[in-house]
């Protein structure tokens, strides 16, 4: 098979996907559609969902150094489907890409891999669980123990990371919404993990130690056709308290927006559209766009109004889908640190 042809059929799935993430508002056909009131399996549900079209096991860390200084870290693991179901081999319909980070003060590091399912090249398990593309991994006895690694061009890392506390149900019990016209999602969140571990980088390598942030997400259709993108925050506050607060940007430039407010002890409380509000405050020029990358944020209800600041403002991930990602600090109300991702910036 020509080569062209051979990365063009790889990449299809991804090509809707990326056209200002408005792919993910098109027509879901055939695929599974999330439902209210849902009941999950764990550990299946850490596992994958390939009736549904599009699901992510997509991790953060906030990082220190010895001496202070602030990194970040992402590793992600997509799957998208070109039709509901699996299948062994090329039969598969399943495509698996995923995304590795590394964001200094100076610098940001961010690389991609693709594969197809049913080859063994990548894929997810959920007990023992494990979530690989190629040699980058995630695994572990269970999600509460895991072992991190991936590297890149000029960066890697080597982490361990240890859930200090529940997992997360975001939205209404896990069913989150994404649109007036009720577009959804399945949503829960590991909010609550320690992590050490190296980073490998250009000047050496770095011994670091933070907190992660793993969110599992799965859906067929979660944006409706108005929507171009979003701005989405989770937020950690030095009193153990936590946020994950997003906004859907609509075409009329009106915002739909969702959050959940997630106690020290995992007890959460989840608020409807409108109650979260995220306001651009400074923007970073970068990849010829310019992008947000200083935000105050308000939930009236638990008294947040805080200023959210990009670490690096330059911290674009300039992939086959392209978008902001990175880690952030937070002062004001409340102080802590955090990640911001915005996709849809044209």
């Known amino acids: ?31 599974a559609i999330p439902q209210p009131d849902p009941e999950f399996d764990f550990p299946a549900d850490h596992g994958p969902h390939p009736d549904y079209r599009i699901e992510w096991w997509y991790l953060t860390a906030n990082l220190t150094d010895a001496n202070g200084t602030s990194y970040g870290l992402q590793w992600t693991l997509f799957r998208s489907a070109l039709a509901p179901g699996e299948d062994e081999g090329w039969q598969s ?109 250009p000047t050496g390598p770095v011994e670091v130690t933070g907190h992660a942030w793993l969110d599992r997400e799965w859906s067929s259709q979660p944006l409706s056709e108005t929507q171009t993108g979003w701005d989405w925050f989770s937020l950690s506050f030095d009193n153990g308290e936590k946020m994950m607060g997003f906004q859907l940007r609509q075409r009329d430039g009106s915002q739909f927006t ?4 997630i106690a020290a002890d995992g007890t959460t409380t989840a608020y409807p559209d409108g109650a979260f509000t995220a306001e651009p405050l400074g923007v970073t020029s970068v990849a010829g766009r310019d992008v947000p990358t200083r935000w105050r944020v308000r939930l009236p209800d638990r008294g947040v109004d805080a200023h959210v ?38």
């Open 93 to 201: 319909p399943q495509v698996w890409f995923a995304h590795a980070a590394v964001t200094t003060p100076n610098a940001h590091f961010a690389t991609e891999r693709f594969a197809r399912g049913g080859t063994g090249v990548a894929g997810v398990v959920a007990e023992p669980f494990r979530a690989w593309i190629d040699e980058w991994a995630m695994e572990g006895p269970s999600i509460d123990k895991l072992a991190l690694r991936a590297q890149g061009p000029d960066f890697a890392y080597d982490m361990v990371l240890d859930a200090q506390g529940p997992l997360v149900f975001q939205g209404q019990g896990g069913y989150s919404v994404k649109s007036a016209e009720g577009q959804s999602s399945y949503y829960y969140s590991q909010p609550f993990y320690q992590i050490t571990g190296t980073l490998q980088l």
């Open 258 to 261: 969702a959050s959940t407010w």
């Open 309 to 346: 600041a990009a670490l690096n403002g330059a911290a674009w991930m300039p992939l086959t889908i392209p978008y902001w990602e990175g880690p952030v600090s937070i002062s004001g109300s409340h102080s802590g640190v955090g990640y911001l991702e915005m996709t849809g910036y044209e």
């Open 1 to 31: 098979m020509n080569v062209r042809i051979a990365l063009l059929l790889l990449l299809w799935p991804f090509a809707s996907f990326a056209q200002g993430f408005a792919g993910l508002g098109s027509d879901a056909e055939g695929f």
